[in-house]
């Protein structure tokens, strides 16, 4: 059963978007919270403690908070999680395998049912097992049914019946088929009538089978859609005890967020160094005149330009890995558009100007010709070579029409160049694209009240505005919400990096 993790709606996290955003104080973290001593707080991490040895057992207790974090999370945040059956590959070898040891199993239930007398045992395990299937189905107060189930289909019942060859192995199956459809879902009223018309009794004992899994299926998502309420309102809590009891049985479980706050620090440092053109941001004192709030939301905006494939996550964003990778490959695909769109209309801008709806034209091929491109064997130069081709064949194509001469050889060639130069990493058009998609972003999470005014688009994003605004919130409301549960240990980091070490930094007073 593996668990299906559709991420193409853009709703994904929304349900916490205006607790976040009406909290969003609480994550302002002012820089006496990161000063004081916030052990005593409930749902605080706990104080550093020395290196410990960590046993199997608190390893694999790690292994399994961290999968229930991940599914909780998953559940709350994803609307569009659910699980679904795995269907192997048709020729695949495990495909055959299965197929033959259960055609063996059903190929022996058939031989014994055939004998002369009939051999039952393999049947009423088989029955017991869809017994206890059906009991998995019930609520807790349908004990009325429950009885009815555990009478009817005793085991031990049906093999003092089977000594006297008294079984009635088909009265039994229709007994299961009308328990079935008292119990399933309306959309596998079908597949249970079918039933009904089986008369091979091993075929149907097959095809009960298929129909419980089924029915699982169904139980086990609308346990998921119920759960989904109550793990929202309760999410930042559970995330938080959660990540607490990883991080008491695991003390490095917070080594890889650490490094990640520490690497923007150095940044700031280095920024501000550079601005003041002194050595002041240099030397360990300076940090504590950093701010905690801009150098996480630098640690975030870090997350958009992150090689997913070769550079493991922070712990505290495991549970938004998938999510922050798709929107990272969406936004350097618009990025790329954006680029495009801006390189046409410095070149072009008299031509284009009067063909109707051209940028968005040019948008859609290039929407298009660029799908796929986060994989390894895409060749974005040779799309923006065909973007560029498509473009100019497009323009000629418009004016043509209107009765004015095409684009010279001179012109084409000079646009499509262009375009195929937007893979330099110092192609000045890339570049700015990119710091200002940063600032729109950067604003984005500075803005406490993102989902009612967003911030105004940069110049050069335009033809990319719908999209962005989308990512945007999409990427803030995951932001936010990683504030909200991971604020404290946080909290702790920048209290170690910021004030610890620079204290240690400080001079000895002089004696003197």
């Not at 299906?4 to 994904?12: K, L, R």
């Not at 395998?97 to 059903?106: D, E, L, N, P, S």
């Not at 009308?178 to 309306?186: D, E, F, I, N, R």
């Not at 999209?467 to 604020?487: D, F, H, M, P, R």
Request: with cysteine; net charge negative.
């Amino acid at each position: 059963m593996p668990l299906n993790d559709e991420q193409n709606g853009d709703s994904d996290s929304s349900r916490f978007s205006e607790s976040t955003a009406s909290s969003s104080s609480d994550s302002e973290y002012s820089r006496q919270s990161f000063t004081s001593d916030s052990s005593s707080k409930p749902g605080s991490p706990a104080s550093t403690s020395p290196p410990k040895v960590v046993t199997f057992d608190e390893m694999m207790a790690a292994a399994r908070n961290l999968s229930n974090l991940t599914l909780a999370h998953e559940i709350a945040v994803n609307e569009n999680f659910h699980l679904e059956r795995t269907e192997h590959p048709p020729n695949s070898l495990t495909r055959r395998v299965k197929q033959i040891v259960h055609q063996a199993f059903w190929d022996r239930l058939e031989e014994d049912l055939n004998e002369d007398p009939p051999e039952y045992e393999h049947a009423i395990k088989l029955f017991e097992e869809i017994k206890e299937i059906l009991l998995s189905f019930l609520n807790p107060g349908a004990n009325r049914m429950r009885s009815q189930i555990c009478e009817v289909l005793d085991a031990d019942l049906i093999r003092q019946q089977a000594k006297h060859n008294a079984v009635d192995i088909q009265g039994l199956a229709n007994y299961v088929i009308s328990t079935m459809g008292k119990l399933c879902a309306p959309i596998r009223d079908h597949d249970v009538n079918q039933l009904k018309a089986t008369g091979n009794i091993v075929i149907l004992f097959r095809q009960i089978f298929h129909v419980l899994d089924l029915m699982t299926m169904d139980m086990a998502n609308f346990t998921i859609r119920s759960l989904r309420p109550h793990l929202q309102r309760n999410l930042v809590d559970y995330e938080r005890a959660k990540f607490q009891d990883i991080l008491e049985e695991t003390p490095s479980a917070l080594d890889l967020t650490t490094e990640w706050i520490r690497e923007s620090i150095q940044d700031e440092l280095s920024s501000l160094s550079c601005e003041t053109s002194s050595h002041a941001g240099a030397n360990g004192m300076s940090k504590t005149n950093l701010s905690p709030t801009s150098v996480l939301t630098n640690s975030y905006l870090k997350l958009l330009q992150w090689d997913y494939q070769k550079k493991p996550v922070p712990e505290t964003l495991m549970t938004d890995e998938g999510r922050l990778q798709e929107l990272t490959e969406k936004l350097n695909q618009l990025k790329v558009i954006a680029c495009v769109s801006l390189i046409t209309s410095n070149m072009l801008a008299a031509v284009i100007e009067g063909i109707p709806d051209f940028v968005d034209k040019q948008k859609r091929i290039s929407f298009v010709l660029l799908e796929g491109m986060n994989k390894k064997s895409f060749d974005l130069k040779e799309a923006l070579n065909a973007i560029g081709i498509r473009t100019c064949s497009e323009i000629n194509e418009s004016v043509t029409e209107r009765g004015f001469p095409p684009l010279n050889k001179e012109v084409q060639t000079n646009l499509v160049g262009q375009l195929c130069n937007i893979v330099e990493e110092d192609n000045p058009i890339n570049s700015l694209i990119d710091k200002r998609i940063h600032l729109y972003m950067r604003s984005l999470l500075a803005s406490p009240g993102f989902q009612k005014s967003t911030p105004t688009i940069p110049g050069g994003l335009a033809v990319i505005q719908t999209e962005i605004e989308t990512i945007g919130s999409q990427y803030a409301n995951i932001v936010n919400l990683n504030k909200q549960v991971y604020g404290p240990f946080y909290a702790s980091i920048f209290r170690k990096l910021l004030f610890s070490e620079a204290s240690k930094a400080e001079p000895e007073p002089s004696t003197n």
